[in-house]
């Protein structure tokens, strides 16, 4: 994963590859001199474990 940064610092588009961001770049036409591309790290799946048979449902009041 590579974001891309404005030059105030802001977080502008998370792609899979550089090429991915420059595409972004290009697509909305933002100054890529003044940007950086930073690699980022890749998102921890967290995992629900659910003791016995309960099922969840939804209730509408």
Avoid: W
Avoid at 8 to 19: D, H, P, Q, Y
């Amino acid at each position: 994963m590579v974001g891309l940064y404005d030059a105030t610092g802001m977080l502008r588009f998370v792609g899979s590859s550089i090429e991915a961001c420059m595409e972004y770049a290009n697509l909305f036409e933002l100054a890529l001199l003044p940007s950086s591309l930073q690699a980022l790290p890749e998102p921890v799946v967290a995992s629900i474990k659910v003791r016995g048979d309960r099922h969840l449902e939804e209730r509408s009041n």
